[in-house]
């Protein structure tokens, strides 16, 4: 696997405003570094379990019983139809009723085709085939070990992950939720990983919920220093990646650096609600030129740490800026800062 690297670009609190602002486009090295309901497997007959326990803010599950006798079953949505409303707890994740089979250790998903639905997976998952499908699955890798993500798509292609929940058992300062390439993903409920995601060419996002990630003093991928954690963040060498419809909540998470770092060129933000971080998009240009990005229709907090909701480094700009408001009261944002 090749060696990843992150844009410096982590906000740091305590110096000058301006001057730390300055500091937050700046590259961030760093190699590939969720709530329906996260759920510690209660075994029951024949191995199953059902999504029903509560996850704190670290990511780490709480067990909840489950009941005995058959669930009341509820067809998956398809991916075509999104869910209504704000994506939140309620409408993320593996969809209730649901009964999971524990799948234990690492697995590899090399035959093209299949269908994975109902797994409750106790180790990471690689994606090596094309046109895999997970449904109602719950990713919680293993025993930290390098850098690694819960899910890793960037083998495969046309991968779809729909009504799944990616919450690590082992929470770490290497350890992301997913990695991708040509994947689509809906309705996923991503938490207690340092970054939501490491998104690579050809990735959609929708209808899904990035929140609570998980913080640490020391990351061996920032030389010893704190986590930057990020809801999504992308490379240079990717492009065309779209976020839509998604939750994406920094502001559960302590010092958080962006919602969507770095960016690639073509890509498309559209329809989120967006907060936290020190700048809650901050699109840093890592060397290339990052050109046809598109900012439209999104709803910002109030919770960036200098009420910064897009920072451009220089020389990057936003092919379409329009119709992105604050939460609260429905006015436009102002207009992104930009320096380097």
Same mark, same amino acid.
Not at 55 to 82: C, F, N, Q
Not at 132 to 158: D, Q, V, W, Y
Not at 172 to 187: M, P
Not at 282 to 299: D, E, K, P, Y
């Given at each position: 696997?090749?060696?990843?690297?992150?844009?410096?670009?982590?906000? +740091?609190?305590?110096?000058?405003?301006l001057a730390i602002l300055a500091a937050c486009a700046q590259p961030e090295a760093s190699a590939h570094v969720g709530l329906r309901s996260a759920v510690q497997p209660a075994p029951g007959a024949s191995g199953l379990v059902s999504p029903s326990g509560a996850a704190s803010a670290s990511g780490t599950?709480?067990?909840?019983?489950?009941?005995?006798?058959?669930?009341?079953?509820?067809?998956?949505?398809?991916?075509?139809?999104?869910?209504? #409303?704000?994506?939140?707890?309620?409408?993320?994740?593996?969809?209730?009723?649901?009964?999971?089979?524990?799948?234990? #250790?690492?697995?590899?998903?090399?035959?093209?085709?299949?269908?994975?639905? #109902?797994?409750?997976?106790?180790?990471?998952?690689?994606?090596?085939?094309?046109?895999?499908?997970?449904?109602?699955?719950?990713?919680?890798?293993?025993?930290?070990?390098?850098?690694?993500?819960?899910?890793?798509? /960037?083998?495969?292609?046309?991968?779809?992950? /729909?009504?799944? /929940?990616?919450?690590?058992?082992?929470?770490?300062?290497?350890?992301?939720?997913?990695?991708?390439?040509?994947?689509?993903?809906?309705?996923?409920?991503?938490?207690?990983?340092?970054?939501?995601?490491?998104?690579?060419?050809?990735?959609?996002?929708?209808?899904?919920?990035?929140?609570?990630t998980s913080w640490f003093a020391s990351d061996p991928n920032q030389g010893g220093g704190a986590t930057h954690n990020d809801g999504v963040q992308s490379f240079a060498d990717s492009s065309n990646i779209t976020l839509r419809h998604n939750t994406i909540d920094m502001s559960t998470s302590k010092d958080?650096?962006?919602?969507?770092?770095?960016?690639?060129?073509?890509?498309?933000?559209?329809?989120?609600? +967006?907060?936290?971080?020190?700048?809650?998009?901050?699109?840093?240009?890592?060397?290339?030129?990052?050109? #046809?990005?598109?900012?439209?229709?999104?709803?910002?907090?109030?919770?960036?740490?200098?009420?910064?909701?897009?920072?451009?480094?220089?020389?990057?700009?936003?092919?379409?800026?329009?119709?992105?408001?604050?939460?609260?009261?429905?006015?436009?944002?102002?207009?992104?800062?930009?320096?380097?």
């Amino acid at each position: 696997m090749r060696r990843r690297t992150r844009a410096q670009a982590g906000v +740091l609190v305590g110096a000058a405003a301006l001057a730390i602002l300055a500091a937050c486009a700046q590259p961030e090295a760093s190699a590939h570094v969720g709530l329906r309901s996260a759920v510690q497997p209660a075994p029951g007959a024949s191995g199953l379990v059902s999504p029903s326990g509560a996850a704190s803010a670290s990511g780490t599950p709480t067990a909840s019983p489950t009941k005995s006798g058959p669930p009341t079953p509820k067809p998956a949505p398809t991916s075509t139809k999104p869910r209504t #409303g704000k994506p939140g707890p309620s409408n993320t994740g593996v969809v209730p009723g649901t009964q999971l089979t524990i799948v234990s #250790g690492s697995q590899t998903f090399h035959t093209s085709g299949q269908v994975i639905s #109902g797994k409750d997976f106790h180790g990471y998952v690689k994606v090596t085939g094309s046109n895999i499908t997970f449904k109602n699955c719950i990713f919680r890798g293993g025993t930290p070990s390098g850098n690694n993500a819960l899910l890793n798509t /960037e083998g495969g292609n046309n991968t779809i992950v /729909e009504d799944s /929940e990616f919450v690590p058992q082992h929470p770490a300062a290497t350890i992301d939720g997913i990695w991708t390439k040509n994947t689509k993903i809906y309705r996923a409920n991503i938490h207690g990983s340092v970054d939501g995601m490491k998104a690579g060419s050809n990735t959609l996002v929708q209808d899904s919920y990035i929140h609570d990630t998980s913080w640490f003093a020391s990351d061996p991928n920032q030389g010893g220093g704190a986590t930057h954690n990020d809801g999504v963040q992308s490379f240079a060498d990717s492009s065309n990646i779209t976020l839509r419809h998604n939750t994406i909540d920094m502001s559960t998470s302590k010092d958080p650096n962006a919602a969507w770092q770095d960016a690639s060129p073509n890509s498309t933000v559209d329809d989120n609600w +967006l907060d936290g971080g020190g700048c809650t998009l901050n699109f840093a240009n890592q060397g290339t030129s990052l050109t #046809g990005m598109v900012v439209t229709n999104n709803r910002f907090g109030r919770h960036s740490a200098y009420q910064c909701p897009i920072l451009l480094s220089l020389g990057v700009s936003l092919a379409k800026n329009s119709g992105n408001v604050w939460v609260d009261t429905g006015k436009p944002i102002p207009p992104p800062q930009q320096h380097n």
